[in-house]
């Protein structure tokens, strides 16, 4: 199946700093997701981004889908950006009732 | 809209005993739903396909006999972790593929629900 790296895997920023999340994946992509975990366990869905590029407030991501990679901007972090940034992504082999590969997050501590 | 019902959030077995988890889509019908389980400071790792009307598909490694999953209708899909022991101790987090909706289409997830076995 698809692999999903992450990186850096712990980012500790100041209140007010800009932060760029990476996402690689192996294969070409029929869905790629971010999701911010808050500290009671919710995923929360900030992008549905197999390809280009979207905007969202301070979030902002893009796909470049040939180059398989996905990029997470954060522009002057809050401390309620703090938590776990997890990327996911699929292949549809199965017709579209496949689940979701995760990469194994990135950690990021904002403090004020 | 695409919202993602999951219940309970919280639940303490004792080991042997078996726990039933519900995961709901409040406001669209989802055929495939899936199961995901996440350790301490790790990532989520698929467990299994719930397909309604016919059996769920479980990834390699995932026992089917003690994670048994119904998928009766199209807004719901039950988790029972059967003979319960503390290993099983995780959070269960359900997902379903939300239908178009903009820059909301994609995968939507429950809040999870953290067990423990003691």
């Known amino acids: 199946g698809i692999q999903v790296e992450q990186s850096p895997p712990d980012l500790i920023l100041q209140e007010g700093a800009n932060s760029t999340l990476r996402c690689n994946f192996s294969d070409s992509v029929n869905n790629l997701q971010w999701f911010h975990q808050n500290p009671w366990g919710q995923l929360i869905n900030l992008f549905y981004i197999p390809s280009g590029t979207k905007q969202n407030g301070r979030l902002s991501a893009t796909t470049v889908a040939t180059e398989r990679y996905s990029l997470l901007y954060i522009s002057s972090s809050q401390t309620t950006d703090s938590g776990v940034y997890f990327c996911a992504a699929l292949t549809w082999a199965g017709g579209g009732a496949d689940g979701l590969t995760f990469g194994k997050g990135t950690h990021l501590i904002i403090q004020p | 809209g695409a919202v993602v019902s999951q219940h309970p959030s919280r639940v303490i077995c004792k080991s042997g005993t078996s726990v039933k988890i519900e995961c709901r889509s409040l406001?669209?019908?989802?055929?495939?739903m899936f199961w995901y389980r996440q350790f301490p400071k790790q990532s989520l790792m698929l467990m299994a396909t719930?397909?309604?009307?016919?059996?769920?598909?479980?990834e390699q490694g995932v026992e089917k006999d003690k994670f048994l999953i119904n998928h009766a209708s199209l807004t719901l899909s039950t988790l029972t972790v059967t003979s319960a022991h503390p290993e099983d101790s995780s959070f269960y987090i359900c997902s379903a593929r939300a239908p178009r909706s903009g820059r909301l289409y994609g995968y939507t997830f429950g809040s999870g629900t953290r067990l423990t076995v003691v």
């Open positions: 719930s397909n309604e009307g016919s059996k769920a598909t479980y």
């Open positions: 406001d669209f019908q989802a055929t495939t």
